[in-house]
Nanobody, 124 residues
Framework: QVQVVESGGGLVQAGGSLRLSCAAS????????IGWFRQVPGKEREGVAG??????TYADSVKGRFTISLDNAKNSLYLQMNSLEPEDTAMYYC???????????????????WGQGTQVTVSS
């Protein structure tokens, strides 16, 4: 079972930046898709950004502010988050699929490996 572990969350003021990291136990070069999701209590988990063999994609709410990147040499995925807003407060999860061709990269059903999450809190 592939493991993915997130890090880099924390408390930041609105307008600030954070960089999340996700370390995978398997070569990310062989992944079909890998991405970031977030969830707040009482709401469904939503896709934030994903990278697959066809490119990358972002949720409309983060376009122009967040950047996803993949370092296959380090088996790591990153999410650079700039111009953070209180609405970005959530638990952020890394997800990966090493087994089958992915569907929509912002859909939870496209992934079969999930991390435990890292909390991001943006104060106003």
């Amino acid at each position: 079972q592939v493991q993915v572990v997130e890090s880099g969350g924390g408390l930041v003021q609105a307008g600030g930046s954070l960089r999340l990291s996700c370390a995978a136990s398997e070569s990310t070069y062989s992944s079909y898709c890998i991405g970031w999701f977030r969830q707040v209590p009482g709401k469904e988990r939503e896709g934030v950004a994903g990278i697959g063999r066809t490119g990358s994609t972002y949720a409309d709410s983060v376009k122009g502010r967040f950047t996803i990147s993949l370092d296959n040499a380090k088996n790591s995925l990153y999410l650079q988050m700039n111009s953070l807003e209180p609405e970005d407060t959530a638990m952020y999860y890394c997800a990966a699929n090493f087994r089958w061709w992915c569907g929509p990269m912002l859909a939870t059903t496209s992934y079969n490996n999930w991390g435990q999450g890292t909390q991001v809190t943006v104060s106003s």
